[in-house]
């Protein structure tokens, strides 16, 4: 094992080839999603398009990460346009939610599952809407026919699925309707057998015809809130019918010549162009990866960063945030001066700041049509099967994105009517010269402004495909599933002698196995301008694949 140009020899061979061509590009956390991406690009749809449908599959073949009652974000470029635009697809709290209702049932903090986890308004379906309107070339319809196709027929369940339904099959088994759809002869749905869905079937045909309105003003958004009301939610139909998804200019920053663009907070996307900012200051060549400085520079710049992003995340629209501070060159030069190669900054030695909740589950995608128009998408109910809450007869979870929101009045993301909560998710996208040059996101929580850093890195300084940028070992500081504390997780292919190494310096290690979930699912594409050919992957730690031709 050696380094060459900073290179780690044991990381180029990988489980999976990167996939090549020139006519498209699809990559998808489920292979029949990514199939369907194909499809409808070879009848002549946008990237755009494809994404949607894409999408709406997952909604249908991995319901504990994506589906019709979550958020999303994306970014986009046109070859019209030739810009990156960005829209927030997340929703508001409800016009009747805020912190005195929850304090005078006697709670200190939101609950993360059952109705009263859902305080939010699903963006999801408005989001696909808004980009429909902007950029389809297809009939609405025909994006939601595998969608369908799949929710009423059913399809064979994958081994990783049904292992998240055997992990949650008490919360599963709490209501009628989703005991219904995942257990069979009284247990939980095993690996193979098939998962029909015949209610969500049914919202996607509504969604189908009738375009979002069927959602939010329809008979979906009717059977939500009857059974909001059945089960002393909060949400109202005044919640749905006034809601709007926004289109907004993006953030980025500069990163060794590569324009990088992020969706603005409520996402926290604004921590990778903060945490790129630092990493520009190294000579990651030299530092070569997979050794102890990188894995230690990688962890200090996301614990440095993630102090900024906490203080000022949440609803843009409630707060003064300070971007041209926060993304300068020069801050990241004053937050530079608490970094050392020996030792780990304690976050103690700032201003301890309120706790932020992880998140948990989420399906990142990324499309790239013929001419080049390429999207970047990111789609989560949240939590593994978001709140656990299924209103009777639509056959999908409601989020509990709400759940992120603080009672604490002087949070930064404390709850408040009508107001966006802080979100993990973040879609990526690079430009060269004005191009798209890569398409990159995961799912993980915290994990995912590390798992972007990593794989940008990987690609620019070190030369990597894309593939092997996504399959090279990883890591994840912070708090992951289910934990209060935060560690340095690092994946079993990390050598003792490194692991070693990063502990004298302070660093406290939790070792999980080699391509762990853990550490979320990747996909990306690259593309090659010179050679007018896109490069796609995806990650062998989910059930996707990457399609190009």
Same mark, same amino acid.
């Given at each position: 094992m050696g380094l060459q140009n900073g290179k780690n020899d044991s990381f180029l061979d990988t489980g999976r080839p990167v996939v090549e061509g020139k006519n498209g590009a699809v990559t998808s956390p489920h292979y029949l999603a990514t199939q369907t991406g194909k499809r409808i690009l070879d009848q002549g749809g946008h990237a755009v398009e494809a994404a949607i449908a894409v999408n709406s599959v997952l909604c249908v073949v991995i319901p504990h990460m994506a589906g019709l009652g979550g958020d999303l974000f994306a970014l986009v470029w046109?070859?019209? !346009?030739?810009?990156? $635009?960005?829209?927030?697809?997340?929703?508001?709290? +409800?016009?009747?939610?805020?912190?005195?209702?929850?304090?005078?049932?006697g709670l200190n903090e939101i609950p993360e599952r059952g109705p009263l986890a859902v305080n939010t308004v699903p963006g999801t379906v408005d989001g696909w809407w808004s980009l429909h309107q902007h950029y389809g070339k297809l009939e609405?319809?025909?994006?939601?026919?595998?969608?369908i196709h799949y929710a009423k027929e059913g399809f064979p369940i994958t081994e990783k699925t049904s292992s998240y339904v055997q992990e949650k099959a008490d919360l599963l088994n709490e209501q009628p309707e989703t005991a219904n759809v995942f257990f069979k002869n009284g247990r939980p749905i095993l690996s193979g057998e098939l998962l029909v869905?015949?209610?969500?079937?049914?919202?996607? !045909?509504?969604?189908? $015809?009738?375009?979002?309105?069927?959602?939010?003003? +329809?008979?979906?958004?009717d059977k939500i809130i009857a059974s909001m009301e059945?089960?002393?939610?909060?949400?109202?139909?005044?919640d749905f019918t006034n809601h709007t998804v926004e289109w907004e200019d993006p953030i980025s920053t500069n990163y060794r010549g590569y324009e990088i663009y992020q969706v603005k907070p409520n996402t926290q996307g604004i921590a990778v162009l903060m945490m790129l900012n630092m990493l520009e200051k190294y000579d990651l060549t030299s530092i070569g990866d997979g050794t102890p400085d990188y894995y230690h520079l990688m962890a200090e710049v996301a614990k440095l960063k993630f102090r900024f992003r906490d203080e000022w995340v949440t609803d843009s629209q409630s707060i003064d945030l300070p971007y041209d501070t926060l993304l300068s060159k020069s801050f990241s030069s004053e937050v530079n001066e608490h970094f050392s190669w020996n030792n780990i900054f304690r976050p103690e030695e700032l201003e301890e700041l309120p706790k932020v909740k992880g998140s948990r589950d989420t399906a990142y995608l990324s499309v790239v049509?013929?001419?080049?128009n390429s999207i970047s998408l990111i789609q989560s109910i949240f939590h593994e099967f978001g709140s656990g809450f299924m209103p009777e007869g639509v056959g999908f979870f409601l989020q509990n994105r709400g759940s992120h929101f603080s009672l604490d009045p002087n949070h930064?993301?404390?709850?408040?009517?009508?107001?966006?909560?802080?979100?993990?998710?973040?879609?990526?996208?690079?430009l060269k010269d004005g191009k798209p040059y890569m398409l990159f996101g995961a799912m993980g929580g915290e994990g995912q402004p590390q798992t972007q850093c990593a794989m940008l890195t990987r690609v620019i300084d070190f030369g990597y495909n894309i593939q092997q940028a996504i399959e090279a070992p990883r890591w994840l500081y912070g708090k992951t599933w289910g934990e209060d504390s935060s560690s340095f997780n690092l994946e079993g292919r990390v050598t003792s002698?490194?692991?070693?190494?990063?502990?004298?310096?302070?660093?406290?290690?939790?070792?999980?196995?080699?391509y762990s979930q853990t550490m979320g699912h990747a996909q990306g594409v690259v593309i090659d301008h010179k050679r007018g050919v896109y490069s796609a992957g995806a990650d062998l730690r989910g059930d996707g694949i990457a399609l190009c031709w």
């Open positions: 046109d070859q019209h !346009e030739k810009e990156v $635009k960005s829209l927030n697809g997340s929703g508001k709290s +409800g016009s009747q939610v805020n912190r005195e209702v929850y304090k005078q049932k609405w319809s025909l994006l939601f026919e595998d969608a869905q015949p209610n969500l079937a049914w919202a996607f !045909e509504q969604i189908s $015809k009738e375009g979002r309105d069927a959602f939010y003003k +329809g008979d979906i958004a059945k089960h002393d939610g909060l949400m109202v139909k005044e049509d013929k001419e080049g930064p993301n404390s709850l408040e009517p009508n107001k966006r909560t802080f979100h993990t998710i973040i879609p990526g996208m690079a002698e490194i692991i070693d190494d990063l502990k004298k310096r302070g660093h406290e290690i939790e070792m999980v196995e080699n």
